[in-house]
Every structure is written in C-alpha cells, then in structure tokens.
C-alpha cells in the first residue's frame, strides 16, 4: 500500500537559512509519526509545505499520492490540520463552530450538523455544543480543534504541538483521543520538542536537526540502537582545575558512543557499545569509581542507566541543545 504522505529531498531556505534540508521520510497509513527536534529543527516550516502553506525550492511531498505543489486542493482533501495556536472563533459555540468549519472544507450541507454533532460526542464535547468556546478550557478547545481538523474525513491529520500548554489530566486526555483516532485509521504526524508525548504516541520517530533528518525508527528501535546502557560520570561541583580533562581520558577507554554534555554540565556519559558492558567481568562503573578515585578526581555520581528517546536524539544528532521539556 502507497504511503499516505511521502516526502522525498525537501529543501526550502529562508534568505541564508537553510530551514529544511533534504528532508526524506514516509507515513504509512494508519500510522503514528512523531517529528521531533527543538526550537528551529525545522518541523514548522514542514508542516507549511505539507498543508500547501508553502512550496519547496526542491523536493517532492506526496499525500495520498497527490503532488501537494502540482494539485494542492486535491491534497487538502486527505489531510486535516489542527495547529499550536487555535483558529478557534470565540463568540461562536462548539457546533457553530464546526459548521462554519464544515463549510469551509465543502462538506455537503446535509451532513454538515450531523458529522459536527458525532464529532462533538467523539471528543466528549456534547455537554458543550451550544456554549460560547470562550467558556471551553484548555483542553476542550484543543480537542474542537481536533474535531474541526476531522471534519472532512482526513486520511492523514497533522498536528503542531498538540499537548502545549495543557496540564497533565488534559494531556493524556488528549493522547488517548490520538491513539483512537489512529485505531479508527486515521494516520497522523505529530510535531513535538516533547519526548513522553513522542514515546507514548509513536508508531516511529523522526529524528530532526537543523533541517536535517538524523534517524527514523521506533522509538524502542531508537533506544535500543544505542546499546544497553548509558554510563555517566559527574565532577564534584568544586572540582579542581584539570579534573575535566583527567575524566575525559578516562572515558576515552569506554566503548561507545560519547553523549553530547547539556549545557554547562560536570557530567560526562557514553552510551556503551552492546556486547562490551564490563571490563575484565566488572562493570564498566566500578572501573569508572576506581580509576577515577586514583587519579584524584572527585565524582559526586557514578551511573549506569538504560537510554532513553532523548539520549537516542541527543546522540543521532549530537545536538547540544538543551531540548528538556
Ligand atoms: P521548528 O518548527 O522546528 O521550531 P521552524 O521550521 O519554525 O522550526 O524554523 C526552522 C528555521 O527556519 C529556523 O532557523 C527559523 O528561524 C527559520 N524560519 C522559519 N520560518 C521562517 C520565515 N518565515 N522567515 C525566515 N526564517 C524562517
């Protein structure tokens, strides 16, 4: 079965940024991709030439086999967009609100307040349909966002940031209605800088830097890419001059793949390459403790712990940006 969106060596600058560059992946249908990268990766600007805000100076992006640039209307028709900051008009109530939606998208007159009242009972919004949505919380409108982007029966629906802003119980409100959405066949690729959200929706990850695409994989795949475990090292915080650097050397004889340092960290980490987690039948942190113990360096933590989608990232892009959410 052809992928519901293709995107093959996508580039689009800016003046002197390069915002996407070469961007290749697909979504199969009924699928769960998260793109996920930092503040500039670049997944915003993607979005807009996917939903055909945009075009590319190069590249191809396909949905449901449709040229986005070649036949952009026939492309709006399989995608639905719910974005970070609501399109949502105030004065209106839930239901008027997918009906002026439902016109919009050329939904036959007929079905629009039936389709508009099952999607407002899709998104346990019933309660609500003929309150104002200034009165909706958080978490409601984001959830009419959603039921306005599915007005017209996408196959794919593109979302930026679904879970911003809302509070914990919101969120995971949120997630399960993303994961049906994906049980009843709808494909969706989700922009986040968030890793839990990637973790607890994604079928498979893209990995994005700079306008880059670093990796893309499940998120299992992705972790368990980097090995086993992560050893990790952190200096006292009065350490004394040269201690950086006698730590470093000793890292040097771990095997593995060395772990980009957050921002003005003491710690230092490699991911351990798979087969090689001891030395000599010891693991690899009592020789760290020893050795650094005869070397006079001071370590407030010794650690060995399991990666996780944020190291995956942080190690496929060497990325030194701080991404914590
Ligand atoms: P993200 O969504 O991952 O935060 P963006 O796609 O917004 O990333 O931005 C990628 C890069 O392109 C950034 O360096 C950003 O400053 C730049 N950029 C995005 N849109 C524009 C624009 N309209 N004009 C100039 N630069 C832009």
Redesign the pocket.
């Given at each position: 079965m052809a992928p519901i969106l293709q995107i093959e060596a996508a580039k689009k600058s800016?003046?002197d940024?390069q915002?996407?560059d070469g961007v290749g992946f697909s979504v199969a249908a009924k699928e769960v991709v998260a793109l996920l990268?930092?503040?500039?990766?670049?997944?915003?600007?993607?979005?807009?030439c996917i939903t055909t805000l945009e075009r590319l100076d190069s590249g191809n992006i396909r949905v449901n086999e449709v040229d986005v640039e070649k036949d952009p209307r026939a492309a709006r028709e399989h995608l639905g967009y719910a974005g970070q900051e609501s399109a949502l008009d105030k004065v209106l109530t839930g239901l008027e609100f997918l009906r002026f939606q439902g016109g919009l998208v050329h939904l036959p007159k007929h079905e629009i307040v039936d389709r508009g009242r099952h999607l407002l009972e899709r998104f346990g919004l019933t309660d609500a349909a003929d309150r104002a949505i200034e009165g909706y919380s958080g978490g409601m409108k984001r959830r009419l966002d959603l039921a306005a982007a599915m007005m017209h029966r996408p196959k794919l629906l593109i979302l930026?940031e679904p879970s911003s802003g809302l509070d914990y119980e919101a969120r995971r409100e949120l997630w399960q209605m993303l994961l049906e959405l994906r049980e009843e066949g709808t494909a969706l690729l989700l922009?986040t800088?968030d890793f839990e959200e990637a973790d607890v929706l994604a079928d498979r990850a893209v990995l994005?830097s700079h306008?880059k695409v670093a990796g893309v994989d499940t998120p299992d795949a992705l972790r368990s890419g980097l090995g086993s475990w992560i050893l990790s090292g952190m200096l006292h915080e009065h350490r004394v001059d040269g201690d950086r650097e006698r730590l470093r050397d000793l890292f040097t004889e771990v095997p593995g793949v060395e772990m980009p340092p957050a921002p003005k960290s003491s710690e230092f980490a490699k991911a351990i390459t798979p087969g090689r987690e001891d030395i000599d039948g010891r693991p690899w942190s009592e020789w760290l403790r020893q050795h650094a113990q005869e070397k006079g360096v001071e370590l407030v933590s010794v650690g060995m712990r399991r990666p996780t989608l944020q190291d995956a990232y942080l190690a496929a892009t060497q990325s030194t940006v701080e991404v914590v959410v």
């Open positions: 800016y003046d940024i915002a996407l990268g930092p503040n500039g990766a670049g997944k915003s600007t993607l979005i807009r930026d922009a800088h994005m306008g």
